[in-house]
């Protein structure tokens, strides 16, 4: 009698103890579907923002600026990040693959992220690589594969 009463209380807790389990994965799943959700709820807001800015293409490498015959910014994802300089993957106008761009900074080169409409200001050293950058520059930059930055800002960050 003993022994049958050992083996079904260990049939009884080995019962509980799955359903304890079960509910516990049901929770983390819940948890988990609900952070996916909320990422997923911010990329979409930040697609619709990027379309108010006038982006169309949402890749980042293939992002790029209305065409014409000069062309003075693009955007594109900072690939590398070296003394004083940027390697940025972007698209120029009317052409069809991605290439790196080396963007220099100059003293006077203003770093911004834009904060409720407003200009935040930023230090070299707070861009990091795999960042969405909008860049200008005061000469026209077509065709150049190494430009000096007027203005950089950083439109997307992880």
């Known amino acids: 009698m003993d022994k049958n009463i050992s083996i079904l209380l260990v ?3 080995f019962l509980i103890g799955f ?3 079960k509910v516990l994965e049901e929770r983390t799943w819940r948890a988990k579907w609900q952070v996916a959700q909320e990422e997923m709820f911010r990329a979409q807001e930040y697609i619709d923002w990027l379309k108010t800015q ?3 293409r949402l890749l980042p490498e293939e992002v790029s600026t209305p065409g014409g015959e ?4 693009f955007w594109g994802t900072v690939t590398e990040k070296g003394d004083g300089f940027l390697a940025v993957r972007g ?15 100059a003293e006077e080169t203003e770093i911004f992220r ?16 795999g960042e969405i950058v909008h860049v200008t520059s005061k000469e026209n930059i077509r ?3 190494e430009i000096i ?3 950089l800002q950083v439109v997307y960050r992880d």
């Open 11 to 13: 049939i009884i807790f």
């Open 19 to 21: 359903g304890a389990g």
């Open 54 to 56: 006038g982006v169309s």
């Open 70 to 73: 000069e062309i003075y910014e």
């Open 91 to 105: 698209v120029f106008p009317e052409e069809q693959e991605a290439q790196a761009i080396k963007v220099n900074m």
């Open 114 to 129: 834009l904060e409720e409409s407003a200009k935040v200001f930023l230090n070299f050293e707070d861009i990091e690589t």
């Open 143 to 145: 065709g150049e594969e």
């Open 149 to 151: 930055a007027g203005q």
